[in-house]
């Protein structure tokens, strides 16, 4: 899968998907007629954080005419709701907010799950969840060097609902050694080649 928001040539990256046999796209906003699914986080990030609701719904009714046209579209997968949204604001407005979202998006496309990314899994973020998001479906978690123990966290946990692995990869800056000036220490293409499958073989395509 590619992921599509952060700049670059799309037809390019779309034939490179084509190249690569790429089943699917994670795509940050709507995007046109290429939008095959919608990202509110905005929403859920910055205007609810300070407050100004107004703001929020009318990015909620945008939502809602992106979910009204593209629902019948037939490459749609899923609606995300949330991208580490939690990141430096979790708050019970955020929280309130994802709920908000994915419970509009339910009324108006019963059809298709909705899914909430979180940066790994955090302490608390399966309680939240399940307690603050009763409209989200499944839990997409991004993680890169935990992807190895992904699945037996998630029971310390207590999550026995769905959930995708939506980035994965070789360590992030964050997770790895670093440089006596503070860089962290970038894998090579070699090292990188052996992590993407093994990661994969590990708790994504198990």
């Known amino acids: 899968a590619r992921q599509d928001g952060f700049g670059g040539d799309a037809a390019t990256a779309k034939a490179m998907l084509e190249q690569v046999a790429g089943f699917s796209e994670r795509v940050y906003q709507e995007e046109g007629d290429s939008a095959d699914a919608l990202r509110a986080w905005q929403a859920c990030k910055r205007m609810w954080s300070h407050g100004r ?112 692995v939506t980035e994965f990869g070789q360590g992030g800056g964050w997770e790895v050694a670093t440089t006596e000036w503070g860089a962290p220490v970038e894998a090579n293409s070699a090292e990188r080649a052996r992590a993407y499958p093994a990661a994969y073989a590990s708790s994504i395509s198990t």
Request: proline share 5%.
């Open 53 to 164: 609701a107004a703001t929020f719904a009318q990015q909620l009714a945008d939502a809602r005419a992106a979910v009204t046209r593209y629902r019948n579209h037939p490459a749609l997968l899923a609606w995300g709701v949330g991208n580490e949204m939690e990141m430096g604001n979790d708050t019970p407005e955020v929280w309130a907010a994802v709920e908000d979202v994915a419970a509009m998006i339910k009324e108006v496309d019963p059809e298709h799950p909705t899914v909430i990314v979180t940066a790994e899994l955090g302490e608390a973020n399966a309680a939240r969840i399940r307690e603050l998001t009763p409209s989200i479906d499944i839990w997409g978690i991004n993680s890169y060097n935990g992807v190895y123990s992904l699945e037996e966290r998630l029971t310390d946990q207590g999550w026995t609902g769905p959930y995708i």
